[in-house]
Every structure is written in C-alpha cells, then in structure tokens.
C-alpha cells in the first residue's frame, strides 16, 4: 500500500488485472532462464527481456519477491532465477539514483545518503532505507543528548531540530557535545572497530554497522560525522593514506576532501558510475569479465573504448581482444548438450551420482554433487598445483564437482568423498541453478541437470535406499 495515495481513487479491479498480467509475464521469463543461462552465467545483456516488460515495475518485482517466498524445498530454480531477476532489476533502479544523487551539490548532509546507496546496491535484496538507517542514528542522538543533558543542561545543541542547519560556535560546546558521543558510542554502546576480520565487506554496510555496532574507519567516521553534524558540531572528512579520519573544524570550516566476484563487479560499477572514463577502471571491468568468461560482447565494447580513450593501451587491449574473440568462436562451434550416461562403459569406475549430499574426508565439509568425470578433466598445472599425484589413484579416478557449504564450488577426487549419513541442506547460493528440490535425503536435479546425467536419478534412489536401510540396520543391532 506504500505505493498508493489514500486520497487517490483507484480502480482496485483494473489494478488486479494489471497486476496478474504482470505476474504470468514474470514467471514466464524465470521459466525461460534454466534453459537459456544453465551453461552459463546468465549475462548483462540477458536481461533484455525484463527492461521492455510493460506495466509497473512494482508489480514485477512482487511476482518475484512471491516465487522467492514459496515455502518448503521445492521450486528451487525458479528460487535462483527469481533471485537473479530481482538482485538485477533493484541494482538497476538503484544505480540510476545514485547517479542522479551524484549530479547533486556537494553537502555534509548528503554524505550519509551516498553511502546508503552504495549499501542498497550491494544488498539489493535486503530491505534498507534512508529513512530507516536515519531513525537509528536519531535513536542514538537521542541517548547523546540524553547524556549532554548531564553535563550542560542549557546546551544550546539540545534545542536543534532535524535537519537543523545550525552550529555551535563555542569550541567549548563543541567539546561537550564529542564528550557526550564518545561515551554514547564506545562506553554505552560498545561500537568498535574490526581489527580482527578488517576487510569483511559487512564493515562497510551502514546498517550492518548500526546492527552489530562495528565497523571500519570510514563507516565509522561516517556515522561519527553524521550525528556530530546534527548537534552542530563541524567535522571533515580526510581522506589520510591507508585510513579515513575526521578532522575536528575548530575555528571557520575547511573544504572536505573528497569478496566474492560479485562484489567485486559491484564495486566496479560504482566506480565507473562515478568516473565512467577511468581507463584503469575500465581495464580491471574487461579483465574481470574476461577471465570469468562471461558477457564476451560487452568485453569488446570496453575494450573499444579504453582504445579511444588512451591508445597508448593497445598492447593489453590487443591481447584481450584477441583472446575474446577466440572464447566467441570456441562458443559458436560448440553443438548440443554432453550427456554422462552410467551405463556406459567409460564410466564404470564412476561410484557417486548427482544430488547426493557428500562429506570430504580429510576437510570434513559437507556437499552436494552437481557433476562428474570418469576422470580428472583439469590441466596439468593445476593436478600439479593441487598436488593430485599425490593420491593413491592420482588422476585416473573419477572427478565430482560439488557444491560446498561454505559457498565455494570445487573438484574433488572418488577417493576423498564418503556418503553423508546425516544429510543436510548445503546452504550454496547456486543449489537453485542445479536442483529443483531437497527431499531431506538428497537433492533432485532440475530439468536441465536431468538432461545431462539421465541416469543418475534412478541411481541416487537406490543409493539413498540402502544406505539407510545399512544404517537401520545397525541401529536395530
């Protein structure tokens, strides 16, 4: 309803009916993502469909936020696209307010808005507002008042209203007012800094910062500035060499001085939001989709244009073009989909199947199967790196590609995987992409998984059955 105006007339029956054609469309296209994206990461440009949808975008996105809500372990795919869908569709919107604030007058008010910003893209998912990050830092405010209130209860900071403008002009007041927030912050409220896990990106997040009351100096000094500003107190960023500080204005103001893939690609896009011809930028933006094989189309886009905007960056531009062209030609020759039957007699050395959940033996994570090989189809560099020689039957032993708990995918050898007998969900952000349900003993692969391992379903029955058959039997013994 946040979306309505209580004193505009709507006709509730047409908005249904808008609102029922957008959600047949939604599901439509998730429907349509396993079989175009499921050998690949589904690309920028593939989300072309959605940005010619017609109607309301909110319509859309509530489709969506419903298939993701769907309750119990089924429906995973439409889960994972779901989510794909929706991660895009906010980041963009997002991403085109951002710019528009960046357009904006420089202003100390303006500096907590941008990082909210840069919080809601690469969290697109999580439900943060301005208006909610701003009640909790108003909530803190309110205990430092509380405690100024003790030391000057005439303190003229305790007259400001929200969005008051003002300043104490008294060094003295001033100091009273920073007595009062270094209690609040770090005696009341215990925020610190995280000298133990620095570069966690949660440091980053304000409202993870407000949640648990830790953080880095720069969302420190942020949430520092922002309320000494509102008890009238002038503070100025510094952008100091390998630390960002607050600079106390005792006397006339100053100028202010301006993990995973994803978020990696996320940090590049708003930089290039801010500095859209930053040919280093660009570099590492056409490196990184590159070397994630992804999008090779909008790699030569970007590559153009780093050519145009320095020449004198042919010789990595070159290679990158070169190689990128090679990828594009390797994808247009490959035909059809390679089916693994079991039956086959090149892989009857092949013990395990897909969607069993697995536990490593010497590492001791927990897994589930996605693939496999009768054996190793990595290089030589990396069977060396990996040290697979090592192994009692080296590299001619079937390989699985497993999906980890930890959220990593790896290749592990037969030799080191063992059955689960207390098998759990493996809480990976791509179990959706290559199972469509979690039974409580195994994973069902989806539609396209099934394509390329016909076989294994019937087997990981089987498998299923007698090893838990083995362990009643034990159990009754």
């Known amino acids: 309803m946040k979306h309505y105006s209580p004193t505009d007339y709507v006709n509730w029956l047409e ?15 998730v429907a349509s993502f396993s079989k175009r994206f499921f050998s690949e990461h589904v690309p920028c440009n593939g989300f072309s469909d959605i940005e010619n949808l017609e109607g309301p975008e909110i319509f859309f996105e509530d489709e969506l936020v419903c298939i993701l809500n769907m309750e119990g372990r089924k429906a995973l795919t439409w889960k994972y696209y779901a989510k794909k869908i929706l991660y895009y569709l906010r980041q963009q919107k997002i991403l085109n307010n951002l710019k528009a604030f960046l357009q904006q007058p420089d202003d100390y008010e303006s500096y907590l808005e941008g990082a909210v910003y840069i919080d809601q893209y690469c969290n697109p998912l999580s439900d943060i507002s301005l208006k909610d990050i701003q009640a909790q830092i108003d909530s803190i405010i309110e205990l430092v008042c509380k405690t100024l209130r003790g030391i000057n209860s005439r303190h003229p900071s305790l007259a400001f209203k929200a969005g ?17 927030m270094n209690y609040v912050l770090y005696d ?32 420190m000094s942020l949430l520092y500035l922002t309320i000494a500003r509102q008890l009238g107190v002038p503070l100025e960023p510094v952008n100091f060499p390998s630390h960002f500080l607050l600079r106390w204005c005792q006397g006339a103001e100053g100028e202010g001085i301006d993990q995973s ?36 189309e909008k790699v030569l886009d970007i590559l153009q244009h780093i ?21 594009i030609e390797r994808k247009k020759e490959e035909v059809g989909v390679e089916v ?4 086959d007699e090149k892989h009857r050395d092949v013990c395990y199947s897909i969607g069993l959940i697995m536990k490593h033996k010497r590492y001791g994570y927990n897994c589930v199967i ?108």
Request: proline share 5%; aromatic share 12%; hydrophobic share 35%.
């Open 340 to 343: 693994k039957l079991r039956s």
């Open 370 to 477: 996605y693939g496999w090989d009768p054996t190793c189809m990595m290089g030589h560099e990396w069977i060396r790196n990996m040290n697979v020689h090592s192994l009692p039957h080296g590299h001619h032993q079937p390989f699985y590609n497993v999906l980890v708990e930890d959220g990593s995918c790896r290749y592990a050898a037969q030799e080191n995987l063992e059955y689960n007998v207390e098998p759990q969900e493996i809480s990976h952000p791509d179990v959706g992409r290559y199972f469509s349900e979690f039974t409580g003993t195994h994973y069902i692969p989806n539609a396209e998984l099934e394509i390329r391992y016909p076989e294994d379903l019937e087997f990981v029955y089987e498998t299923v059955q007698n090893i838990y058959s083995a362990k009643k039997e034990n159990i009754d013994e």
């Open 164 to 180: 008051d403008s003002s300043m104490v002009m008294e060094i003295e007041l001033q100091s009273q007012v920073l007595d009062a």
């Open 307 to 327: 050519q145009t905007l320095d020449p004198g960056q042919h010789g990595a531009v070159g290679y990158l073009v070169q190689h990128t062209l090679e990828h």
């Open 15 to 29: 908005e249904y009916k808008v609102r029922q054609k957008a959600g047949l469309e939604a599901r439509k296209i």
């Open 188 to 219: 009341q409220l215990k925020f610190k800094g995280n000298r133990m896990d620095y570069y966690n990106a949660l440091n980053l997040y304000m409202h993870q910062v407000l949640i648990r009351r830790t953080g880095i100096p720069i969302s």
């Open 261 to 296: 893939y994803q978020l990696l690609r996320d940090s590049l896009d708003l930089y290039l939001a801010m500095y859209p011809d930053q040919v280093q930028l660009l570099l590492l933006q056409a490196r990184l989709y590159f070397h994630l094989g992804i999008w090779p």
